[in-house]
């Protein structure tokens, strides 16, 4: 309370209001209210987080058990001061809590960050107020000879650990031998879509958001070289099947005007 001490007495009311509501424990509350009134606020506003949290991660929590899923969400309501007023971010600021404060737990696997960043992304897409307007690109391009244009609701995710495979009967004890590739994108009729690659095709998506010059046809000949293949030319079929279908799936929009 020394950090209020010099704040008007309602508003050191509030934040002892307030800290008592997230941390009863280590915050008595205002002497003049009686506990059985603070208790429906203590719950009402746990619920609320909680509940949120549990719809916006529904893998982690259930392949969590009560008692360790409530303790983790209590230290996150306990401890990490949200800045955001708009309540989906409410995942944002649980993702940034477990990389940042939370630090090292037994009670948490070895994969929880990189699964709730997985869940996560989920909402961060559905909420995106980005459009996929016909202005954007040429969705008939050719996508060889033009420079085809990444969806902006298109994200191209690297996991040691295979999250989308994680569920109550599938609990990895190591992770994959091979990093697990993730398109995660939001198609045309505002569906969000997961779709697994492979590194090369990873690779490809890497390189049309890093290259802004060259064309489609240029970058898989590039692919063709890293790659050492003996026969480039199959590189390029190859991968102009993989263009095309990346644009059936409204990851790529076509080529840019």
Known sequence: M????????????????????????????????????????????????EDFLAN?????????????????????YARHQSHDPIFHRVAAEFLSFLENERGEHVDDPPFLRELCHYEWVELALSVSELELTPGLANPNGDLLSGRPLVSPLAWTLSYEWPVHRIGPDAIPEAPDAQPTYLIVNRNRQD??????????????????????????????????????????????????????DLRERDILLGTRR
């Open 191 to 244: 569906e969000v879509k997961f779709m697994e690659v492979n590194a090369v095709t990873a690779r490809l998506m890497q390189l049309l958001e890093e290259d802004m010059a060259s064309t489609g046809g240029e970058l898989l000949m590039r692919i063709a070289t890293e790659l050492a293949h003996p026969q480039p030319q199959a590189v390029v079929d190859a991968g102009t099947d993989i263009l095309r």
């Open 56 to 76: 916006a991660f529904p893998v982690l929590r259930k392949i969590s058990a009560d008692d360790i899923w409530h303790a983790r969400v209590r230290d996150f």
């Open 2 to 49: 020394a950090k209020t001490a010099k704040l008007p007495r309602f508003q050191q009311a509030q934040y002892q209001f307030a800290a008592n509501l997230r941390d009863p424990d280590s915050n008595p509350a205002p002497a003049d209210i009686e506990d059985r009134r603070m208790q429906i606020y203590r719950d009402l506003f746990y619920n609320n987080i």
